[in-house]
């Protein structure tokens, strides 16, 4: 037991460690649909964009949920059960993502709504 030993011999580094990058900036994007009456639609978020580390998908579909019952709370359990979480690691493709997504709920179909949350 000689605990000099320990500051010459040179620990091991776990090359995984090294390798990884901290981004604590996460972009999500949280969507819903719902078929109200004879018409179809969609509430899409901003582009919600959170640095907190502990942040996930999940968190960012209740936190949608929240906003939606506050915004159109006479429509919110229609949008309750189909609600969708994105990540995305750069802004860039969070923005490319909704675009995308709102070309999905294309216009001609849906009625679409948005809100915006912070997270």
């Known amino acids: 037991n000689m605990p000099f030993l320990e500051n010459m011999i040179p620990q091991q580094e776990d090359s995984n460690q090294k390798n990884k990058v901290a981004n604590p900036t996460r972009y999500y994007i949280v969507h819903s649909f719902a ?28 936190q949608f949920k929240k906003a939606i019952k506050g915004r159109y709370p ?23 993502a909704r675009s995308s997504l709102l070309k999905n709920y294309d216009a001609k179909k849906y009625d679409i709504k948005t809100v915006n949350f912070s997270y």
């Open 35 to 62: 078929a109200i009456g004879s018409k179809w639609q969609a509430i899409v978020s901003d582009i919600i964009i959170s640095r907190k580390p502990n942040n996930n998908e999940v968190g960012a579909k209740n």
């Open 74 to 96: 006479e429509i919110y359990s229609d949008f309750y059960n189909n609600v969708i979480s994105n990540q995305y690691m750069t802004l860039a493709l969070a923005q490319s």
